[in-house]
């Protein structure tokens, strides 16, 4: 594969890849169901019991640890007459997942414990939670809703290795949603390319070296399906914060031998983007909603002793995401705008700034080709 696609290759999505509903049905199924998804941190499910939810779509999944120490995912729908089990997002069982319809008890690993009234010749070893994969990478949790034998998620990210290696015990810090009025697809078109940037991006700018990205021939390392690379800070800079430096008492044990320490992985089957610098690690996720509705979460890490207000400020240490986010979130929303237009076709990317749209855009092809009439 070249480092540098030939300017003007390839074409981007027709209007009807960000309209349709029919399209937007086919990708729930095709793409979202049948790929590993972001989750959540296992700092959140440490304890039995605890448990994280995944909604997306019409896939709804109760990520909960086992007495057993395993961590499971159990689709969130009652054996009996099938009433979604648990409403919040998060928390904490005590003793069984109990459904409040009928009061059918499931124990933590999804057995049926107690079904009230079914009479003797009931039973309920037939009747356990349906499960859902589930895999722990880097302390990160993905889910797959759809069955299936799925390669694991370390398989498909076999190349990546964070200098950061503490990742695993860490915290989450902050999260924060924005819904957008734009489809998924311009929201993570949006985050593979800094052809924008210099336009856009003006605090990024100062610490961030927007010029470099897609031209200093790093090509494409990693699988098919994702890039890993070293973020392209400005000599001086060292961290993706206000002020590009360490704003931590509490950094991450970095060991820079042991791979990238500013590591900035895209994997498109997942619509997942982690950049990791030494005092905290971004997550980003980009969720349908509908065809024109769609999330952005950002998820801060950060080790899992620091002392939020003690050791670093919550408000502020994330800003430069946030700032780039909100800037980001404005451009997602225009250029949504435009590609509903009657008028729109697609037009030809730069073939160095852009060759990660390009990449995306095959990965989608190869899954969505058949519906999306070029
Ligand atoms: S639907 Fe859950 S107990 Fe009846
Ligand atoms: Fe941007």
Request: hydrophobic share 35%; glycine share 10%; charged share 20%.
């Amino acid at each position: 594969m070249p480092t540098t696609l030939p300017p003007c290759t390839g074409l981007g999505l027709p209007r009807e890849a960000y309209v349709s509903e029919k399209v937007f049905d086919a990708e729930l199924k095709r793409f979202f169901y049948t790929t590993w998804l972001y989750a959540g941190h296992e700092s959140q499910v440490r304890e039995p019991g605890q448990f994280i939810r995944f909604a997306l779509g019409d896939a709804d999944v109760i990520i909960i640890r086992g007495r057993d120490g395993v961590l499971r995912g159990l689709h969130n729908t009652c054996r009996h007459r099938g009433a979604q089990l648990l409403g919040d997002s998060s928390g904490t069982c005590r003793r069984a997942i109990v459904c409040s319809y009928h009061a059918w008890s499931y124990d933590f690993d999804g057995k049926l414990k107690g079904a009230p009234k079914m009479g003797s010749d009931f039973d309920p070893t037939v009747h356990r939670l349906r499960q859902a994969e589930v895999e722990v990478w880097n302390g990160v949790v993905f889910v797959h809703v759809g069955g299936g034998n799925p390669a694991p998620v370390a398989e498909q990210l076999a190349g990546v290795q964070f200098a950061n290696t503490d990742i695993a015990r860490s915290k989450i810090a902050k999260v924060v949603d924005f819904e957008l009025t734009t489809n998924w697809k311009a929201s993570w078109e949006n985050a593979l390319e800094c052809y924008h940037c210099a336009v856009n991006h003006p605090e990024l700018g100062r610490i961030f070296d927007v010029d470099a990205d897609g031209e200093d021939g790093q090509g494409f390392p990693g699988g098919p399906e994702y890039i890993f690379i070293e973020n392209t800070l400005r000599p001086g800079s060292v961290s993706v914060t206000p002020s590009g430096q360490i704003e931590s008492k509490r950094p991450y044990k970095c060991d820079p031998e042991a791979g990238i320490e500013r590591g900035f992985l895209q994997w498109h089957r997942s619509a997942f983007e982690m950049i990791a610098s030494p005092d905290h690690v971004a997550l980003m996720t980009y969720k349908p909603l509908s065809p024109s509705k769609s999330i952005v979460t950002q998820t801060f890490l950060v080790p899992e002793e620091a002392q939020p207000g003690a050791e670093f400020d919550p408000d502020e240490l994330f800003d430069m995401h946030i700032v780039t986010r909100q800037q980001d979130n404005a451009l997602c929303e225009q250029i949504y705008a435009g590609l509903r237009n009657i008028a729109y076709s697609p037009g030809p990317f730069n073939g160095s700034l852009e060759q990660e749209n390009f990449r995306f855009l095959s990965t989608y092809r190869s899954v969505m080709g058949d519906i999306i009439a070029d």
